[in-house]
């Protein structure tokens, strides 16, 4: 098994950037897919970004332009750089892993126990 840990979550004004990180363990091998999920209260989880590690990223078209995923191969870290922040950006962020990027938006192998971001206006 793989175990995901978020950090980096907290209450930024709009406009402003927070930097998301996704650190896995364990059985890692399994994983070559990872990214992001959000979940905002009285809503539905929705995908946000996808990093492979062989390469290879994708967004949700409501973050295109403004958050960049990327990894450390070294630290097994997934990181998630939020830029331009807007308050629709509010939400519970949950990283993910699985063994292809089709798995991870279907149905992720891991998750993590997520991190709170708040936007104000």
């Known amino acids: 098994q793989v175990q995901l840990v978020e950090s980096g979550g907290g209450l930024v004004q709009a406009g402003g950037s927070l930097r998301l990180s996704c650190a896995a363990s364990?059985?890692?091998?399994?994983?070559?897919?990872m990214g992001w999920f959000r979940q905002a209260a009285g809503k539905e989880r929705a995908f946000v970004a996808a990093f492979n590690w062989g390469g290879g990223k994708s967004y949700a078209d409501s973050v295109k332009g403004r958050f960049t995923i990327s990894g450390d191969n070294a630290k097994n870290t997934v990181y998630l750089q939020m830029n331009s922040l807007k308050p629709e950006d509010t939400a519970v962020y949950f990283c993910a892993a699985a063994p292809s990027i089709v798995a991870l938006i279907t149905l992720p192998n891991a998750w993590g126990q997520g991190t709170q971001v708040t936007v104000s206006s």
């Open positions: 364990g059985r890692t091998s399994s994983s070559t897919s």
